[in-house]
């Protein structure tokens, strides 16, 4: 299971850290949100370190779709609904200053950056399109509306977003990540005050930004309340018809669509991370009927972070942590959600008021339907009688078949069949 990503580019590689370190912003976590909170702090001069457990880009960077979009499925509408005008424009400005930021960098940059229009579709509701279309309008954004037709599935419409983006998630990083402090295979295993403990010594700071996809810290924040992880498959095909848009459904279970070269990327299966669900079988089943001739040349899945309320958790960790960062629960839209993040970011470690650090506040309510989801799952999960336990909390651990892991339905780590850690917030393998 390789990404066509990874099959397609090799990346640098960094030394591990041997010894104590200090630093002034130590930045934990390797994918792409931390590379970039790294370029931005290293472009103001400041004193900054990047530490990555395995090698840079070596989880969920590596399997994204890598769809760079301001439109998050259907979530303008309930934005609205929800945090009124000024929230929702926020985050829409927040999310197109990013999209702008990858035209910036990319611009000249051996990346396969295309610019493209992006879409979201419904199968069975056209008011959903309309009203979306309609929210919109009002935060002056002119929708494009379609039956996207130019993908094989019959849609009650689709509202679309003009000058997105798409690109090789992988060359950005090799690019972007030259002549940065960064250390790989330099495993943070605990924090003191102002300290992380590596397995060679400690690493002394100012300031901590947190850039593990899931938070590791589990003492601040309630992360563990806040989020939960998804699963979410994708093929690769070959001699498959691909569109110009970039397509996704607007159910968090249905088809994803975008092209890339002479390959088709096509998404979908997904399922609560230690949950069943269709997999690669489901996508298989499908690209058989819509793409008889279409041949598959590489399978992998992705795992997202989901917040409670569709907005990620960018900033100070908790109220109690006045010198720690968070960057968190993506929600399946991790391109534009780590710009924003770094941008973000790299704004508040050095003092500089940014205009939408209070949308995504991660210290905002909880009161979400989600967060009552999240309890009982877990409480229900605690009452079954197992050996086989997560490290990080002790949620009973579920086999994925499709994948062949042992999977946490709680909060979403995964182990492989030796034990070897896979996905976080555990912060290291099984114990047996």
């Given at each position: 299971?390789?990404?066509?990503?990874?099959?397609?580019?090799?990346?640098?590689?960094?030394?591990?850290?041997?010894?104590?370190?200090?630093?002034?912003?130590?930045?934990?976590?390797?994918?792409?949100?931390?590379?970039?909170?790294?370029?931005?702090?290293?472009?103001?001069?400041?004193?900054?370190?990047?530490?990555?457990?395995?090698?840079?880009?070596?989880?969920?960077?590596?399997?994204?779709?890598?769809?760079?979009?301001?439109?998050?499925?259907?979530?303008?509408?309930?934005?609205?609904?929800?945090?009124?005008?000024?929230?929702?424009?926020?985050?829409?400005?927040?999310?197109?200053?990013?999209?702008?930021?990858?035209?910036s960098l990319c611009g000249g940059m051996d990346c396969d950056f295309e610019e493209k229009n992006n879409f979201v579709y419904s199968v069975?509701?056209?008011?959903?399109?309309?009203?979306?279309?309609?929210?919109?309008?009002?935060?002056?954004?002119?929708?494009?509306?379609?039956?996207?037709?130019?993908?094989?599935?019959?849609?009650?419409?689709?509202?679309?977003?003009?000058?997105?983006?798409?690109?090789?998630?992988?060359?950005?990083?090799?690019?972007?990540?030259?002549?940065?402090?960064?250390?790989?295979?330099?495993?943070?295993k605990g924090f003191l005050k102002n300290a992380a403990v590596t397995k060679n010594g400690r690493i002394a700071f100012k300031r901590l930004?947190?850039?593990?996809?899931?938070?590791?810290?589990?003492?601040?924040?309630?992360?563990?309340?806040?989020?939960?992880?998804?699963?979410?498959?994708?093929l690769a095909l070959k001699n498959a018809k691909i569109p110009q848009g970039m397509y996704v459904d607007e159910k968090g279970t249905g088809?994803?669509?975008?092209?890339?070269?002479?390959?088709?990327?096509?998404?979908?299966?997904?399922?609560?991370?230690?949950?069943?669900?269709?997999?690669?079988?489901?996508?298989?089943?499908?690209?058989?009927?819509?793409?008889?001739?279409?041949?598959?040349?590489?399978?992998?899945?992705?795992?997202?972070?989901?917040?409670?309320?569709?907005?990620?958790?960018?900033?100070?960790?908790?109220?109690?942590?006045?010198?720690?960062?968070?960057?968190?629960?993506?929600?399946?839209?991790?391109?534009?959600?780590?710009?924003?993040?770094?941008?973000?970011?790299?704004?508040?470690?050095?003092?500089?008021?940014?205009?939408?650090?209070?949308?995504?506040?991660?210290?905002?309510?909880?009161?979400?339907?989600?967060?009552?989801?999240?309890?009982?799952?877990?409480?229900?999960?605690?009452?079954?009688?197992?050996?086989?336990?997560?490290?990080?909390?002790?949620?009973?651990?579920?086999?994925?078949?499709?994948?062949?892991?042992?999977?946490?339905?709680?909060?979403?780590?995964?182990?492989?069949?030796?034990?070897?850690?896979?996905?976080?917030?555990?912060?290291?393998?099984?114990?047996?």
């Amino acid at each position: 299971m390789e990404s066509i990503w990874r099959k397609t580019v090799e990346l640098p590689h960094f030394a591990e850290l041997k010894g104590n370190a200090k630093t002034d912003v130590l930045i934990v976590g390797g994918g792409i949100a931390g590379i970039l909170c790294a370029h931005f702090l290293q472009e103001r001069g400041v004193d900054y370190m990047l530490v990555e457990r395995d090698t840079i880009a070596s989880s969920v960077t590596g399997n994204t779709t890598a769809k760079i979009t301001a439109q998050h499925g259907l979530i303008y509408h309930k934005l609205l609904k929800n945090m009124g005008q000024e929230r929702a424009k926020q985050y829409l400005d927040a999310n197109q200053a990013a999209v702008r930021k990858y035209f910036s960098l990319c611009g000249g940059m051996d990346c396969d950056f295309e610019e493209k229009n992006n879409f979201v579709y419904s199968v069975d509701s056209r008011e959903k399109i309309e009203r979306e279309a309609r929210a919109l309008e009002r935060l002056g954004i002119k929708p494009l509306l379609t039956r996207a037709g130019e993908i094989p599935v019959a849609t009650a419409g689709a509202v679309g977003f003009a000058h997105q983006a798409q690109f090789h998630p992988l060359k950005f990083i090799r690019v972007i990540a030259e002549g940065l402090n960064i250390y790989e295979h330099t495993f943070v295993k605990g924090f003191l005050k102002n300290a992380a403990v590596t397995k060679n010594g400690r690493i002394a700071f100012k300031r901590l930004i947190f850039s593990t996809h899931f938070p590791i810290d589990n003492k601040h924040g309630l992360y563990f309340m806040k989020l939960y992880q998804h699963r979410s498959y994708v093929l690769a095909l070959k001699n498959a018809k691909i569109p110009q848009g970039m397509y996704v459904d607007e159910k968090g279970t249905g088809l994803s669509f975008r092209g890339y070269g002479e390959y088709l990327l096509l998404g979908g299966g997904g399922h609560r991370t230690g949950k069943g669900g269709g997999a690669w079988q489901e996508l298989r089943a499908f690209a058989g009927k819509a793409y008889p001739q279409a041949r598959e040349v590489a399978h992998w899945a992705a795992q997202d972070c989901m917040s409670l309320d569709g907005i990620p958790y960018i900033g100070k960790y908790s109220q109690n942590t006045a010198d720690c960062y968070v960057a968190t629960g993506f929600n399946k839209w991790g391109m534009s959600s780590a710009m924003t993040a770094a941008m973000l970011l790299a704004d508040m470690v050095t003092g500089k008021k940014n205009p939408y650090a209070q949308v995504f506040d991660p210290s905002r309510s909880m009161l979400h339907a989600q967060l009552l989801v999240n309890g009982v799952e877990t409480l229900a999960n605690f009452l079954i009688p197992s050996k086989r336990r997560c490290p990080h909390l002790g949620c009973v651990l579920k086999w994925n078949k499709a994948e062949h892991s042992w999977d946490c339905p709680c909060h979403g780590s995964r182990f492989a069949e030796d034990g070897r850690l896979l996905d976080n917030p555990a912060n290291g393998g099984l114990p047996y």
